[in-house]
């Protein structure tokens, strides 16, 4: 049985800072490629972090960096968003997402088996605003 659950949303002042965080079981999230998600009302959603297995790169989208850290933590099977400098677009329900393969910013993030299909976490939301 596969999981992810996603925790630490909430409401920040714009140039805040929070942290997502994203619990695994059923899989081994060294094993594949692990990444960040957001969507806004009325928008598409859209990449924002990613890790790559395969080849050990991380990726972000143009308009998070310098801000957001996407992190792995191999001995508890969990993955994190540290997200500073916070600003009101960033305003959006976030996912973790676990596949074989996934696309940020134009980049692939490739796991060890490329025939994962996607488990995605059921959503945080984050909302910036004074």
């Known amino acids: 049985q596969v999981q992810l659950v996603e925790s630490g949303g909430g409401l920040v002042q714009p140039g805040g800072s929070l942290r997502l965080s994203c619990a695994a079981s059923g899989f081994t999230l060294d094993y594949h490629a692990i990444g960040w998600f957001r969507q806004a009302p009325g928008k598409e959603r859209e990449g924002v972090s990613c890790?790559?297995?395969?080849?050990?790169?991380?990726y972000y989208a143009d308009s998070v960096k310098g801000r957001f850290t996407m992190s792995r933590d191999n001995a508890k099977n969990t993955m994190s968003l540290q997200m500073n400098s916070l600003k009101p677009e960033d305003t959006a329900v976030y996912y973790c997402?676990?596949?074989?393969?996934?696309?940020?910013?134009?980049?692939?993030?490739?796991?060890?088996?490329?025939?994962?299909?996607?488990?995605w976490g059921q959503g945080t939301q984050v909302t910036v605003s004074s």
């Open positions: 997402v676990v596949a074989g393969s996934t696309v940020v910013g134009g980049m692939v993030c490739r796991g060890r088996d490329l025939r994962k299909p996607a488990s």
């Open positions: 890790i790559s297995s395969s080849d050990g790169r991380t």
